[in-house]
């Protein structure tokens, strides 16, 4: 294929794979935690990193991974502690991110400015060598944790005070996931953008929840999505010449509107199933008892 042929392809197809495989993995535990706008708010921290980056002329993906991290885990140090206020305080923490990013970007040499955007809004071609490297390593830790640590997550975002009792840190559970969380919108905000990764966190869940309910299922088909819309909407970047987090993010969205859809007839179907499994004859009277995984939760 010609778009093979060039290497800042290679490099915006290979981050491009990895962002798909990370945002839905680890989005599907802020879905079920109820955070599903966390991301959104670790971007414009992140940003503090960027512009810190810029600053020092050190590297900007390390620097927001930095920056992030210390943030995602202030978030959760307001979550246990400020009952009261803690929605103020986790608005200034973002909108001083966002703030102190482009006060910084401003300070520093003279082109940054222009960078911003790809940082921003995600940019091809200005995937580096350097960016994946970087990419490669934090989506390694991010695929470790949330795979291999499946089952204790999960059980930490269904139910934070049964999963206590039966002997599971939840407060470091609930930290490694934010930290998480922090690693993945700097492994997205090269291709994505900063303020569009949250939507690829969340949307390839809700997705794959309109056609399953058990966990396993939701988390390979919300991989499966989050990598088929970052490849398509990289390779249409490239042919059209528009934004690839923007494309990226429409394609998300257009799967979600498309398996809601489709899962439309096959939910009546499946009342129809149960109707006529009961014996009752009139399909609309129907109830289907909700599943342990229900109020937007998934089940095991």
């Given at each position: 294929?010609?778009?093979?042929?060039?290497?800042?392809?290679?490099?915006?197809l290979l981050a491009a794979v990895l962002v798909g495989v990370?945002?839905?993995?680890?989005?599907?535990?802020?879905?079920?935690?109820?955070?599903?706008?966390?991301?959104?708010?670790?971007?414009?921290?992140?940003?503090?990193?960027?512009?810190?980056?810029?600053?020092?002329?050190?590297?900007?993906?390390?620097?927001?991974?930095?920056?992030?991290?210390?943030?995602?885990?202030?978030?959760?140090?307001?979550?246990?502690?400020?009952?009261?206020?803690?929605?103020?305080?986790?608005?200034?923490?973002?909108?001083?991110?966002?703030?102190?990013?482009?006060?910084?970007?401003?300070?520093?040499?003279?082109?940054?400015?222009?960078?911003?955007?790809?940082?921003?809004?995600?940019?091809?071609?200005?995937?580096?060598?350097?960016?994946?490297?970087?990419?490669?390593?934090?989506?390694?830790?991010?695929?470790?944790?949330?795979?291999?640590?499946?089952?204790?997550?999960?059980?930490?975002?269904?139910?934070?005070?049964?999963?206590?009792?039966?002997?599971?840190?939840?407060?470091?559970?609930?930290?490694?996931?934010?930290?998480?969380?922090?690693?993945?919108?700097?492994?997205?905000?090269?291709?994505?953008?900063?303020?569009?990764?949250?939507?690829?966190?969340?949307?390839?869940?809700?997705?794959?929840?309109?056609?399953?309910?058990?966990?396993?299922?939701?988390?390979?088909?919300?991989?499966?999505?989050?990598?088929?819309?970052?490849?398509?909407?990289?390779?249409?970047?490239?042919?059209?010449?528009?934004?690839?987090?923007?494309?990226?993010?429409?394609?998300?969205?257009?799967?979600?509107?498309?398996?809601?859809?489709?899962?439309?007839?096959?939910?009546?179907?499946?009342?129809?199933?149960?109707?006529?499994?009961?014996?009752?004859?009139?399909?609309?009277?129907?109830?289907?008892?909700?599943?342990?995984?229900?109020?937007?939760?998934?089940?095991?």
């Amino acid at each position: 294929m010609e778009i093979l042929d060039y290497a800042f392809m290679q490099r915006a197809l290979l981050a491009a794979v990895l962002v798909g495989v990370t945002a839905p993995a680890v989005g599907i535990y802020l879905v079920q935690r109820r955070q599903a706008l966390m991301g959104d708010g670790i971007g414009h921290v992140a940003m503090t990193g960027v512009g810190l980056g810029f600053l020092l002329s050190w590297s900007p993906v390390w620097m927001a991974t930095l920056v992030s991290v210390l943030g995602a885990i202030l978030m959760e140090l307001i979550r246990w502690y400020g009952r009261t206020r803690g929605d103020i305080a986790l608005a200034m923490l973002f909108y001083g991110g966002m703030a102190g990013g482009v006060m910084l970007i401003n300070l520093a040499p003279t082109g940054s400015n222009a960078n911003l955007t790809t940082y921003l809004f995600g940019s091809l071609s200005t995937v580096s060598k350097s960016d994946v490297t970087a990419i490669c390593l934090l989506a390694a830790f991010v695929v470790l944790v949330t795979v291999g640590l499946r089952r204790q997550l999960f059980a930490v975002s269904q139910d934070e005070e049964f999963a206590r009792v039966t002997g599971l840190p939840v407060r470091a559970l609930n930290l490694l996931t934010a930290v998480t969380a922090a690693v993945t919108v700097t492994v997205a905000m090269r291709v994505v953008g900063l303020l569009l990764v949250s939507a690829l966190m969340v949307v390839p869940v809700a997705a794959a929840q309109q056609l399953s309910r058990s966990f396993a299922a939701t988390f390979a088909i919300a991989v499966a999505i989050g990598v088929t819309v970052t490849i398509s909407g990289t390779v249409t970047s490239y042919y059209q010449d528009v934004p690839p987090g923007a494309t990226i993010v429409l394609l998300t969205i257009g799967a979600f509107i498309l398996l809601t859809a489709l899962a439309t007839p096959l939910a009546r179907r499946r009342a129809r199933a149960v109707a006529a499994a009961q014996g009752d004859g009139d399909p609309a009277e129907c109830v289907i008892p909700p599943s342990r995984g229900s109020g937007g939760k998934v089940g095991v």
